[in-house]
């Protein structure tokens, strides 16, 4: 180690992250991606009402953001038929996740997850000197009985849960998502993350109930918005929470132009619709081309398809092959979730492209 | 208290923060600020080319910003005459100020700054449970001997420094800054904001040298580039405390927008020059209406002046006289300095407006 006097904490975490994005793997191989379809971005851009706001933001963004990002949380609000005071809205929910694990965890606490979930949720329970806790997915789905039950046991002060799932892209229904809320251990809080449930059928979501003071719900304009580079998202809970968010957030912290461009996205109902359809669309290619190949897939609530290749060796191979031929792809990173490649659904161009590849090196796997 | 599990350095947070911007104020008196001149944002706008950048990359921003703000720091690197990892991005010098604090003070340590200097480091102090030690400002400028003499005094692993400073405009040369580097305790790393540093003439900064893991330069797009509302800034440093920032910072946490107009930004030298002088010219403006109206004001290297008004009472009455008449503007938070009214500078409009209040106003302060 350096002589720099860092925190033990800091000086504990490794120097290497998980967080790889697709400029690196670029730069390191000297080609640009033909596809992007790795990083849950949407293929299906923003709102043109949202870029109309950011690019006249763009002019007028000398001046800082509004700190109590007041117009987006009525507008918000009144979407979700909740207060304004049951709002926080930040940088995305990379930066709320950090803000709720120093918010409610002690160092040394432990913190329950499901074995393969969202990373950048671990990256801060390590972050922040907290020990995670995983219980195993179920059937590729996360466990909500599980989680909660573990929770108790290891008296953990949060406990994180998706729906619908990433990197599975499985869901679970309201009934039984109301079920895990309303069992969460006293002592701990919930973290709900739905980044994709503009993607999921009706009944998944269940009512938004900032009341409960045991349950973060988080949401995006990263995903369905389109608005991923912008960085914006919200957290919706009980006031209370709301005021712990204030106590330490970066007040000046959320980009004018997203502010901007997120307020416009709530207002147009039809483009979210048309990318709503879009992406339903793009998964029964996906599903129809997997069926094609012989290769089972899962029932996806998200912008992306988890397909089964097999084992992850197959399915590692299968990335650098598609790297190869210039498709940014993802795949999970722990057993038994990395027999799946996930792939993000994209424009027709780019699901050509990646057809021709999968049937090109499918033959080629490792067995 | 309310029963949500907090952690105890959050639930001893106050609720309330110091941070209003002058939407809430225009909220609550229902009314549009005709001169924005209180938060020390630029009244010249953005580079031409910066916002053509920003306004084509708001179509693209659909795609995470590259985590590792490659391009960016590549052209900051060669600007600067310091090697990439030499450099962190982030959404802003406030979210870096929170990550050194993070990184390098243990909670219960006493950290070191000035008696009325920038509030959001006191925030993060605060936030991560450290205690703010402060020297007092020495005839309106920061004491950089008295920083480190206190900092050696209690034992404090941060010691802050803006040099110009904020809020009073004063700066030091280049040699006493360099005397003061040279001279950080043993286990103690100095921030060095240098927020200002454009508007300074030359010879205020001393010479970047990352070679010293004892100091962190902290330098933004935010001032001079005129893009606050875009949230971008960085850290040069030890290429150790650069690995420390990486370690806990949100790779994926910088507007992809932001990224562009900073790159676009840092190539635009005529744009930098044209603002300098616009605010050269505008300094003189404003200390020749403080001379006009036999107001002492102090010398500045900013895009701000302190005027001295004669006491906190007359300063903070004729903030509120100014805020009738639709002109936001701020002052410095605590005795002696808050005898001082800090004036942003503006257009040339809003300059017309501010003098017609003051000269109406001023005489009717309290004694």
Redesign the interface.
Known sequence: M???????V?NK???T?P???P??LE?QRGQQFSA?IG?N??????SPEA?AA??S????????????N?ELREALAAHHGVAMEEICVD??I??LL?LVV?????PGDRVVSSLGAYP?FNYHIA?FSGELVTVPYKDDHEDPDALIAKAGEVGA?LVYFANPDNPMGTWHTADVVQRFMDRVPE???AVLDEAYVDFAPEGVAPPIDPSN?QVIRMRTF?KAY??????IGYAIA?R??I??F???R?????????QA?ALASIKDVDFLEQVRREVATGRKQITDMADDLGLPWLPSATNFVAVDVGSGDRARAMLAMLQEDNIFMRMPGVAPLDRCVRIGIGTADEHALLERSFRSHLPGLPD
Request: net charge positive.
């Open positions: 350096s002589k720099i006097p860092f925190t033990s800091v975490l490794p120097a992250v967080f790889v994005g400029e690196t730069r992007r990083a971005e949407s293929s299906f851009g923003i870029i950011m690019q933001a763009a002019v007028q963004s000398s001046w800082y953001g509004d700190p109590e007041f940088a995305g990379d930066t950090g120093r918010m409610l965890m002690n950048t972050g002060p002592g701990c809080v003071p990263s389109g608005m991923a580079g912008a960085r009980h209370d929470i005021t712990g204030n106590k330490i970066n007040h000046f912290g959320v980009n004018r132009i997203a461009g």
